[in-house]
């Protein structure tokens, strides 16, 4: 029978972590669907129209190392305003989320849009200055050439992007748990997000 893990929330507060932890714990597959988003972002920074490039995506797209750097994470968050960009990668992912396996998503809208109702929903937040602090190690040991005031300034700006564009934003679904990752390793993120789970297949809440 399929179950589906939806885990939202604003950029490296450590949705993608927990994700592959909880898939791995649980024996389900991962979608990280920010790499959808990228992958766009990619193709139109390579001068291609966002929906052509939305609407012909293939899993090969998905396998470039370049998706990860800070100019593709902000055209991703360019091209994720548009309605007509989201919709020609849901059916994508909620054929996904119904793998008879299992499934966990993340993402921004996992929990309001694609899978409302998924029957767990973790919100995984962090304060801006810790997500970007993570951000930029990442990027660092990466060989980026980046400073922490840049990544802070390109997180928070993406993060207003997200949360305040029209079609769905990136808000917490009212029946999602928040998991506030600040001040937690992530052996402590995991444990949190499984203990939750359990208690969901439980039936417990
Ligand atoms: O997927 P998302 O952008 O939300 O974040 P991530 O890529 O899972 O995590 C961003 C960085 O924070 C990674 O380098 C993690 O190792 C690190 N981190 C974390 O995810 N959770 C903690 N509690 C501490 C650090
Ligand atoms: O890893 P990080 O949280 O930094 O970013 P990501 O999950 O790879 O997402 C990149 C961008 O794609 C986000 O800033 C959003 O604008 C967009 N996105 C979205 O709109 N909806 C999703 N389900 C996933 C990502």
Known sequence: MSFTIAIDGPAAAGKGTISKA??????????????????VGAKVLAGADPVVA???????????DSLRTPAVA????????HAAVRDA?????????????GAVLDGRDIGTVI????????????????RAERRFQELIGKGHDVTLAGVLDDV???????????????????????IDTSDLTIAQAVARAVEIIDQHRKGGL
Do not use: I
């Open 22 to 39: 909880v898939a791995a714990h649980f024996g389900f597959a991962h979608l990280d669907t920010g790499l959808l988003y990228r992958a």
């Open 156 to 178: 928070k700006a993406r993060d207003d992007r997200d949360r305040n564009r029209e079609v769905a934003p990136l808000v917490p679904a009212d029946d999602a748990v928040t």
């Open 115 to 130: 899978c409302p109702d998924a029957p767990v929903k973790l919100f995984v937040t962090a304060s801006p200055e810790t």
């Open 89 to 101: 990668l849901v059916a994508f992912q909620r054929r996904f989320a119904a793998r008879p396996d």
């Open 74 to 81: 902000g055209a991703a968050s360019e091209v994720a305003v």
């Open 54 to 64: 939305a609407s012909t995506l293939a899993p090969s797209d998905l396998e470039d």
